[in-house]
């Protein structure tokens, strides 16, 4: 097994995650080049307390990216957001997505009571109920959630 670095980075290197753009604009997603515009032109930068942007490397190569900010879509300080996870094909279901939720999980934890996020796929639907996302109750804006800390948090819309 190749060694999967997981690093949080405080600057999107150009050109670092342009294969991941074109693989997913390829498949019709369109958020991973949204996060690099949201980025450059400095409307979300990761840089605000409670926001972290991490990518999972092998050998050197950047293989999966995922961000966590303060939720948008609530006003609530408490509420944070899993933004734009992607995992490139041909490393998926070997354990990638897994770390770099994890961690996200982790940073989560010391900022945040409750974990949103939004979905449309059936394979990323599983993919977070396995790692204990609930998708009940329902917000707008939200498919998932994961309570934080020992006490259940709703936040009020």
């Not at 800390?149 to 819309?157: C, D, E, R, T």
Request: charged share 20%; proline share 3%.
């Amino acid at each position: 097994m190749e060694r999967i670095d997981i690093d949080r980075i405080s600057e999107i290197q150009a050109g670092s995650i342009n294969h991941l753009v074109e693989e997913s604009l390829s498949q019709g997603f369109r958020f991973v080049e949204r996060l690099i515009q949201e980025y450059w032109s400095g409307l979300n930068c990761f840089d605000k307390s409670g926001e972290v942007l991490l990518t999972a490397s092998v050998q050197g190569t950047v293989v999966g990216i995922g961000g966590l900010n303060r939720d948008p879509c609530f006003n609530d300080p408490h509420v944070g957001r899993l933004r734009h996870l992607y995992v490139k094909s041909a490393w998926r279901r070997r354990g990638i997505g897994h770390l770099l939720v994890t961690q996200l999980i982790h940073e989560a934890n010391q900022h945040y009571q409750l974990l949103t996020l939004r979905t449309d796929t059936q394979s990323a639907d599983l993919f977070y109920q396995k790692l204990g996302f609930k998708t009940y109750p329902k917000w707008e804006h939200t498919t998932h959630h994961l309570q934080l800390g020992k006490a259940a948090y709703y936040p009020l819309i």
